[in-house]
């Protein structure tokens, strides 16, 4: 069977991989199962290098991959390293195994906001401990291998000749033994938010090119891919495979270099300008390198490892992180109906000098004493919780691509918004503003102003801050996803801790299942949201790819809700649109976990179907339950949600550019019990081009033995409410 | 006359040249004369391109030399600039003048610290503004002249077409007609701590290559000299020439490339990163480039110029800016007796993690309860206001090299450091101790925590800081003297106002007159101070010229005070020695002016010589009056200044590596009046190097008629007290 499988499945096997199998076996090669026993693992040293290897259910998901670290010889200022006595002593060879530890958990524990009451965390451990001879330094591979793929990373303990060490490169490997199926967006420093490509691996590099569009910043890496990336085994024993990193902490984000000849990929970490991919003091810990692996698409879409392989949290109080619904002063600047801005476009503003009594009005300004309160009224009648306004403080007129500093401060509103009285009267109606904190990728003064910026949220009573990136980064040179930006979401989110603030942060890095460590970071963007519906567009499917790729780690704040789809509305023959139908929108709401919860759209366009947002009133944004019913990555995924502390249950399906029938199978309900199901469904005539607002809404008892068809239109979808009938 | 001049000086007259001034003329040069008449400088545009020139008595000191900026032609990102689509347009072409403004000044402002009691600030401005036709963008070049020379800068009006810009570097040159002598240090954008070199302009390539030894952080720019630089037209008709900068606001500190065919210098700034020499947003101004001109070394030490072309403070209280004379726990730690840190060196420390109960002391640890209170006795017994203690928190084990960044909390003490009973201690006799925040070069860190330092400052009675910025800078790239850290040093100035705290800064930017505008930046490092002599050590001619270059624009912490110069004291058969008589480390307390004064030495040192230290005890630090008796940059320095608010006068005197001998003509003295003058000068038999401990002291009476032939000894100097006899 492990023959027939080598042979009819691996394209590169060889006399020599198969004499170089027996060799590592030889050197009694330390293996590992995982709790089900259905994964297996091998570490082994190959003439002092590292490798590991991944079966599941007996045959080889990964080949042999090499690990390891290349490293500058100096911390500091990082030398020309073609200087011979620049040479590097790199941690990727001359290694002995000098130890091997085993350890075993199987805990359940409860995420402060989550899909589930609880997260089940089951692993079989390995940890290796290897001695590089010539230099006598020690590091450990730690592996970590669950029932639904493998973890591992690199320790480096506190030792004589390892104290402090500069990395110039991981080098983790992932080698498959067959072209996959992939979905992909392009690597960058500094940019996710990129349409994603569905391609094999073998076709990576010729399709890369057309990858990408523009972006406010962005700094590509050729040929390589971001983390976390899906692949699919296709064939009669199809295999989901996820490979991301968790508990990135104190260290760059990674990408993944592509060798398309051998389906092989690699890490790439995020450099600083200096080139240095890492400043590392002992003892410390890379990220996680993630393998998810399944034979079901829904599995993939139900692991919580990236979790897992994250600390508890250790912040005292955690009473105040709360899911939140709401609405925002946001999507009318996104088209460009209204702005940012109070003054005239590139008014040259200089903080805390420029008089803005003195400045022009551009009479376009949203963040505006009287739309702020059209939109309370709107945002409590409704029962929203928060009401989210950009472009309340001064700076706007010009923040973006000066590579300026002191772009805001975070703490002055302009003219027209009274920031006393707007919280007041939201107060009054049950409603928190959310405050926005843009930085323009300015975050030395972001650092800087932050205190006093989280001293005026909790004067005026905001709990909840959406944090901005947008630019080039400041200090000049780092990257979004380099260390020291790391480090910063990291110092902002432990001050905000400080002051009882959660955070919604936008253009910063993916997660990696940290808000198990720092839970009052309740969502992110850092990916293509929905204001790209504004800008060239999202393709139909990338809803049905974003929960394989961009959520693994963590939340998005992906602001679905638009009903207005047609943007020739606002604008005469405007061609952009939301490419979904309405009801899509609001499928969005259960397939997308968003315990941060925006309904993008205008007031405006609700009041026009207060039947149709009569959904999004009611759908919830955190969960004791989650079952993914079915699931195809880029084609579609049915998610059905139980309520906290309810029996409500809500489904969501959508689809991508092509027509899908699915047929929901209730039997998730409790037995015996009756509920009302009232369902949002495509129009028979509904079609995201040509029309998207057709939908259909109707109420029908259900019970567990129920079974519902829905036909979902091009781009479209359906959403379901049930309450229970007692 | 002028043509004469020209033909005999000037070694690169040709015709050409003859005719470019014919042409200029034609143009109708702009020109402007001092209030004394003596200068006199014309700016012209040749084919849109704008040159200045500089005479002295009719004589060219400065031929036409140009002017203007490169421009990187984006913000933010620096593109590649070898891409034509890069192309810039900068600032050094293309103009027309389109105004000129003339205005003049004759002020007196008082110093709250200073070497005299008012500064006079007395020029003539010529501002010339320019339209860069293909761009329509304007800019005004304005010049400043004044009785000791030129000031000349380039503005940026707020204006349609340039808004904000980024610097690819400064071409303001300094194009000398003669070859001259010159006293420089190498050009870095990272230390300023190098040995002064003597040479001509042709020679300083080179002596380039052997100027400077290794610093902690250096980046070297090969064929470059630092400003401020100080040149002498040698002859019958000597010249005196100082090039610097002052007011270097949100700009880079510049250093000067050398042309030496052609006698020429250029202003080189230092870079980001990136290769960016700064971001800028109008309206905006440059530094001022000055050229201090005279036909005496003593006009040029008694040049205010660099102070006059900043501008008076904003600060609304300067009451508790005061001078002051400290002791330090200090030099035991440079010269190796004990140890900044408290654990064994090497140690592994995370700060706020790493518990210091369970560090092993290393025995050396100097900033203890024992030996501060050891300090604060004898300083308070001799009349000091305060006591430096460096080393007295936590980190110190491991806190270079490693760019690391959080290195220092500057708030947590060493356990054996009982930071409040130290400060009641201290209080109790009259002595306030003085901060230390060594920063290690992480800036970033540093404004991180300085609010809370300041404030731990506040809360135990502190006043003054010193700060250090040791290695390489983070964030990473930066450079001590690119706009960054510029900017960096003025916002931790302004805070520390903020907090009525003085600032006395190590390996900062060396001042070009700013303590005008933020006089609690009472002084600097910058150069290479006492604490070389315990390193490589320092010539005997250094002391002689950095009052002709780190002085012009404010004053050093050059820590003197050495009575045990040798120290082999220490350390038998160690060959280190300060390389002084112990009469010429008196004399420096009065020709190095220094109004936050340091005696250096062991209180152990000072004991075996109170006789001798009594001048330190006596010497006051600020004046009401300056005298500059004699001088020559490399060779000697008399000064005569008087007490702040008093009748007493302090004369000092210091000679380099030769004998001089030199007479004290005390006409400055009140006539009519008795004076007791106490002595303290080099014994028969002293010697820098063979008996640096032999000096004699008595006391004359004596008037303004009496006249004292001083001896000073190779490296030796004197010093004199003078209180009147009422």
Redesign the interface.
Same mark, same amino acid.
């Given at each position: 069977m492990f023959l027939n499988y080598q042979i009819s499945d691996m394209k590169k096997f060889t006399v020599e991989t198969f004499l170089f199998l027996m060799i590592g076996l030889s050197f009694h090669a330390q293996s590992l199962k995982s709790p089900d026993g259905k994964f297996e693992m091998d570490f082994q040293l190959k003439q002092g290098v590292p490798y590991y290897n991944l079966k599941y259910n007996g045959k080889t998901v990964v080949e042999d991959s090499r690990l390891g670290l290349r490293l500058f010889n100096v911390?500091?200022?990082i030398p020309d390293i073609t200087k011979p006595e620049n040479a590097t002593f790199d941690l990727n060879n001359g290694f002995t195994k000098t130890d091997e530890k085993r350890n075993a958990k199987n805990e359940t524990w409860q995420p402060i906001l989550g899909e589930k009451k609880s997260y089940v965390n089951h692993y079989n451990e390995l940890a290796v401990a290897l001695n590089q001879t010539a230099t006598d330094r020690n590091i450990i591979v730690k592996f970590r291998l669950f029932n639904d793929g493998l973890g591992f990373r690199y320790e480096f303990p @506190?030792q004589k000749n390892l104290?402090?060490f500069?990395i110039r490169e991981e080098d983790s490997e992932f080698d498959f033994p067959t072209d996959m199926k992939t979905w992909w967006i392009v690597g960058d420093y500094d940019s996710q938010e990129y349409p994603y490509q569905t391609t094999k691996i073998s076709e990576i590099p010729s399709k890369w090119e057309q990858a990408f569009d523009k972006h406010s910043?962005q700094t590509l890496i050729q040929n390589a891919v971001q983390s976390p990336l899906m692949l699919k085994k296709e064939g009669k024993e199809p295999l989901y495979i996820n490979v991301a990193e968790a508990a990135v902490l104190d260290y760059p984000a990674s990408n993944l270099e592509v060798d398309p000849q051998n389906f092989k990929f690699k890490t790439h970490l995020t450099p600083?300008?200096?080139g240095?991919k890492g400043?590392i @003091?002992?003892p410390s810990a890379t990220p996680w390198r993630t393998i998810i692996v399944a034979p079901k698409a829904e599995t993939v879409l139900d692991s919580k490892m990236l979790f897992n392989l994250n600390e508890p949290t250790k912040y005292k109080d955690t009473s105040y992180i709360h899911p939140t619904k709401y609405m925002g002063v946001w999507w009318e600047m996104i088209i460009g109906k209204s702005q940012w801005a109070y003054g005239e476009p590139?008014t040259?503003i200089?903080i805390g000098k420029t008089d803005y009594s003195t400045i022009k009005p551009n009479g376009k300004h949203a963040a505006n004493n009287t739309k702020v309160k059209e939109y309370i009224d709107f945002a409590a009648e409704n029962g929203f919780d928060g009401l989210l306004i950009e472009g309340w403080n001064i700076g706007w007129e010009?923040w973006i691509?000066?590579?300026?500093?002191f772009v805001f401060d975070f703490i002055t509103p302009y003219p027209d918004f009274d920031i006393k009285m707007l919280n007041e009267y939201a107060h009054s109606k049950g409603i928190k503003l959310i405050m926005h904190h843009e930085t323009s990728g300015s975050a030395?003064n972001y650092?800087?102003w932050a205190?006093k910026a989280f001293q005026l949220m909790n004067k005026y009573g905001y709990d909840a801050v959406k944090t901005g990136y947008v630019?080039?980064i400041i200090?000049?040179?780092?990257h979004h996803y380099s260390q020291?930006m790391i480090?910063h979401y990291y110092?902002i989110a432990e001050k905000a801790n400080e002051y009882k603030i959660m955070i919604n942060s936008h253009e910063s890095v993916r997660p990696g299942g940290e808000s198990r460590t720092y839970p009052n970071w309740v969502s992110a963007e850092a990916a293509r949201g929905t204001e790209h519906e504004a800008f060239l567009g999202n393709n139909p499917d990338h809803q049905t790819i974003l929960p394989f790729t961009r959520w693994i780690g963590g939340s998005m704040d992906y602001t679905p809700g638009i009903f207005q789809t047609k943007l020739d509305y606002y604008f005469p023959g405007d061609k952009r649109f939301v490419k979904t139908t309405l009801a899509k929108q609001l499928a969005l709401y259960v397939v997308m976990y968003m315990p941060v919860q925006m309904a993008a759209d205008l007031p405006e366009n609700y009041k026009k179907h207060m039947d149709a947002f009569q959904f999004i009133k009611d759908v919830a944004a955190d969960w004791d339950d989650t079952k993914i019913l079915s699931a195809e990555p880029g084609d579609y995924i049915i998610t059905a949600r139980k309520a906290k502390g309810t029996e409500n249950w809500f489904v969501g399906g959508i689809t991508d550019e092509n027509k899908r029938d699915y047929t929901v199978d209730f039997s998730f309900l409790n037995k015996g019990k009756k509920y009302e199901a009232t369902i949002y469904e495509d129009g028979k005539d509904a079609d995201y081009i040509n029309n998207p607002q057709s939908y259909n809404i109707y109420k029908k008892e259900i019970t567990s033995k129920s079974k519902i068809n829905f036909k979902m239109a091009r781009s479209g979808g359906f959403a379901v409410t049930i309450k229970p009938l007692d």
């Open positions: 911390t500091g200022t @506190q104290n402090y500069t910043s600083d300008r200096q240095a400043y @003091q002992t590139k040259n200089h010009d691509n000066h590579s300026k500093e030395t650092e800087r205190d630019g080039d200090p000049r040179g780092e020291w480090n110092r």
